[in-house]
């Protein structure tokens, strides 16, 4: 079956207000920050017998739940957003080309460049890792020297690729939906981010790879149990299915959910029950993804009625913006400036000897110095990568008439 032609002027979709949600631009934002955060304290690139190794300390208990929801935010808000700017008139090669164009070439040239710094690092990758990296294929391999082997942040990539792989049937399947249909889809949704970690983990292990180990997860349900409830793209399907059906719902106007301040007590709540509570293989996705929908729903219906959301003010937005580039640069743009920094602390007197136990002022500046720079870094990919290239891409070759009228909204 020809998906164009199932797509192609045949979907009952109704139009969308000409209203830009701003107020998840501004979420993505927050969360690419957050990301550095838990990174900054986790990633380390450090001297150790007379080479430069990677090396990884615990993140701050504080953080995880906070990590756990923005991979729950960044894939809900795809399918989200997908469900709320689809067009009947769209085809599913026009809509895969402005796909790659807005995300292949910033990830292809992050990953040459992280490929080659590893290269200068004397840390080599074979050539079978950075083809998968290139193919987009790292979140598919149970294997810790694949998935964060080349840019540790760039699994995720891997995922979304997959989401949109799916997305033009799916949309199919959701346009034709009724209201009560997409409720039924977002709780068995919610079902499977509970049941299937607990299924999985105490029926599958993960027999040893013999690639690198970057992070111990005997904690945390073992090896396979955190590659498939953190990254295995079938499992993350949960949030992106979750996020579209809450997306198409928004559309219709058959969204019925809490105002705003009971959502950020039901989100607080929320994140207090998933961080005192909650085991490890849950928190990962079940355990906020209820209040990640909600979150979501409720920014999206501040925006289209016009209410305040300090999420659309201007630095976050202009944040959210350079996000994707932000996510994929930073951690090449301050790892590689650890090193350096250390030695000229300890050059200084400032500490005895190169390490990541800084008193706090100096951890505060070094956060903060480093979050500079990594912004500064996606300003410039962003600029000049980013947003030429994709619309470079997006000329080339034919693409759907409404299309070259609107834009790239999704």
């Known amino acids: 079956m020809s998906l164009s032609k199932e797509i192609s002027g045949s979907l009952p979709l109704r139009p969308t207000p000409r209203v830009q949600l701003h107020s998840l631009t501004g979420l993505r934002g927050l969360l690419a920050a957050l990301a550095f955060l838990a990174h ?25 739940p906070i990590t756990y929801a923005g991979m729950n935010v960044f894939f809900a808000m795809s399918g989200f957003v997908m469900a709320w700017a689809a067009r009947p008139d769209d085809t599913a090669q026009a809509f895969w080309k402005r796909r790659f164009a807005r995300l292949f070439p910033i990830y292809f040239v992050t990953t040459v460049l992280a490929a080659g710094a590893l290269v200068v690092l004397h840390m080599p990758v074979g050539l079978d890792n950075f083809l998968l990296h290139v193919f987009l ?21 891997s995922v979304e690729v997959f989401f949109y792989l799916v997305f033009p049937a799916m949309l199919v399947l959701l346009s034709r939906a009724t209201d009560r249909m997409l409720r039924i889809t977002v709780v068995v949704a919610l079902v499977l981010a509970w049941w299937l970690p607990y299924l999985v983990g105490d029926t599958f292990t993960l027999a040893q790879t013999g690639g690198s180990t970057f992070f ?24 992106f299915v979750s996020g579209a059906a809450v997306g198409m719902l928004m559309r219709r106007g058959s969204w019925r959910g809490p105002s705003m301040k009971v959502t950020l007590i039901i989100v607080a709540v929320m994140f207090v029950v998933d961080f005192l509570f909650l085991p490890n293989r849950i928190q990962r996705v079940g355990g906020l993804l209820p209040a990640v929908l909600l979150l979501m729903a409720a920014l999206s219906q501040a925006d289209l009625s016009g209410r305040m959301s300090w999420l659309r003010v201007k630095p976050f937005t202009w944040f959210g913006d350079r996000s994707y580039s932000f996510y994929l640069v930073h951690v090449l743009a301050f790892l590689p400036l650890q090193p350096v920094i250390l030695n000229l602390y300890t050059t200084l007197g400032i500490i005895p000897a190169p390490s990541v136990d800084l008193p706090v002022p100096l951890t505060v500046f070094s956060c903060l110095l ?10 410039a990919l962003h600029k000049y990568v980013e947003v030429p290239m994709s619309r470079r891409l997006r000329k080339a070759g034919p693409t759907s008439a409404r299309s070259k009228l609107r834009g790239e909204r999704s």
């Open 137 to 157: 294929l790292q979140a598919w391999v149970p294997d810790q020297g694949i998935i964060y082997g080349i840019n540790p942040v760039s699994w995720s990539l």
């Open 40 to 64: 900054f304290f986790t990633l380390h690139l450090l001297p150790v017998d007379g080479h430069m190794r990677f090396v990884t300390t615990p993140t701050p208990s504080i953080l995880v």
């Open 370 to 379: 480093y979050f500079t720079i990594c912004t500064f870094a996606a300003w």
């Open 216 to 239: 111990n997860h005997s904690e945390q349900g073992g090896e396979f149990t955190f590659w498939f409830t953190m990254i295995f793209p079938g499992f993350r399907l949960v949030d």
